[in-house]
């Protein structure tokens, strides 16, 4: 494998550097822009993968990471935080409009983005990978170069105090692990308390023990391997709230995020809404709450009976998923759209290209830009009426879009 030396220009969607040389495009894994390096590469075609060896100009917007095991343990969990808190939020607009360009074929210009309140400890949720070593277990995150080997975590300079003081807690209580060679785990905070998702094992013959041993954790849930049914093993919560089903980890910046989309909702001043995605309905209550007809769509069987149960008539929760309910529930003034990484299902954006001059608008929260582009290119009957951007997740390359789509032909 060749040895060259690189000028680094921009950061790709995944964190790693991007520069070119005789035609090749090289992506390098822990550069900024503005640096030259040499890096070993490999690749076939017009694109190489490159091992950083060396730096041999520092960029200006380069930094000394403050966590050790980014460097030291070379962590997969952060990519950005060798640069600069500014131009992180540079590369990530970057990202946006180069995928929404390249990708989804709209021509836009990087979007308005909203720093995060905080840039640090701003995690309230932490999952971690588990393995034996010897008689106890070790629990840690895996190396951005090796995802088959993870390093024992010390801390997490991205994650809130609490998470990491359960974490430590729930590790001095290894003995009472389900019986498997590999776990994984989950705390998040929650206003009840550190809350802990187990995940894996066949059995689990210690689990009152393991209670017993982690007093500071309000609520425990069993997901034992092959078995998608999450059990409940107890909660001293008074409020119970679905803190196993998906909730944003930066709470403060998911507000924020929240009360725009509501803002840019009500300015339909619908009648009628679907927010599909819905997770535990908070942004379908609000709606709701302003005098629309909301239908919350969510397979997460938690989330969806915690929406139902604060939804009134005639709003209502369905649990189901998308692609499966959306056709029957069209048409709407709204559709919300709030997907996983993955990104929507092809039939579901098909429903909405069917039924565009149905519909008066639909809202696109992504926290993948090349899924959201990859959308966008499926629905040619809608316009990008505003796109924001939202860094939900600093030191990374992820980053949240607010898409706003009309229909080119106005609703009927």
Excluded at 86 to 112: F, N, T
Excluded at 161 to 180: C, G, K, L, N, T
Excluded at 250 to 265: G, K, P, Q, T
Excluded at 310 to 339: C, F, H, K, M, Q
Aim: with cysteine.
């Amino acid at each position: 494998m060749a040895v060259i030396s690189v000028s680094i220009d921009s950061i790709a969607a995944g964190g790693d550097g991007v520069g070119r040389s005789n035609g090749l495009v090289i992506f390098v894994p822990r550069t900024a822009p503005g640096d030259v390096v040499t890096a070993q590469i490999s690749g076939k075609g017009h694109f190489a993968r490159g091992a950083l060896r060396n730096i041999v100009s520092s960029s200006s917007v380069r930094i000394d990471p403050p966590c050790p095991h980014y460097t030291r343990d070379n962590c997969g969990a952060c990519q950005l935080q060798h640069m600069t808190y500014e131009s992180q939020l540079a590369a990530k607009q970057m990202i946006i409009r180069d995928s929404l360009q390249r990708i989804g074929k709209r021509i836009v210009d990087a979007p308005p983005i909203e720093r995060s309140p905080k840039e640090w400890r701003y995690r309230t949720k932490l999952t971690l990978a588990m393995r034996r070593r010897g008689s106890r277990w070790i629990a840690g995150l895996h190396p951005y170069d090796d995802a088959s080997r993870i390093f024992p975590l010390t801390d997490c300079p991205i994650t809130d105090r609490r998470v990491v003081a359960a974490w430590r807690e729930i590790m001095e209580a290894d003995a009472y692990f389900p019986d498997a060679k590999e776990l994984r785990g989950s705390v998040r905070i929650t206003s009840g308390g550190p809350t802990f998702v187990m995940m894996g094992g066949q059995s689990w013959a210690a689990r009152d023990q393991f209670s017993a041993a982690v007093p500071s954790i309000s609520a425990v849930w069993w997901e034992p391997a092959d078995d998608k049914l999450r059990r409940l093993l107890y909660d001293k919560r008074q409020d119970r709230d679905p803190s196993a089903s998906f909730a944003q980890i930066n709470a403060e910046m998911a507000e924020i995020l929240r009360s725009y989309v509501l803002d840019r909702a009500r300015s339909y001043e619908p009648q009628t809404v679907i927010d599909a995605y819905a997770g535990a309905g908070h942004t379908a209550i609000s709606l709701s709450e302003s005098g629309s007809r909301v239908t919350a769509i969510e397979l997460d069987p938690d989330a969806s009976e915690w929406s139902a149960s604060r939804l009134t008539d005639p709003s209502r929760a369905i649990r189901a998923r998308v692609e499966d309910a959306l056709p029957g529930l069209l048409p709407a003034d709204l559709v919300i759209l709030n997907p996983p990484r993955a990104g929507l299902d092809s039939r579901v954006t098909a429903t909405l290209e069917a039924e565009a001059g149905h519909v008066r608008g639909v809202i696109y929260v992504s926290c993948n830009p090349a899924t959201l582009a990859r959308d966008l290119s499926r629905l040619p009957s809608y316009r990008i009426e505003s796109l924001h951007a939202f860094d939900m997740f600093p030191q990374t390359a992820h980053v949240e879009t607010v898409c706003e789509l009309r229909p080119e032909v106005a609703a009927t």
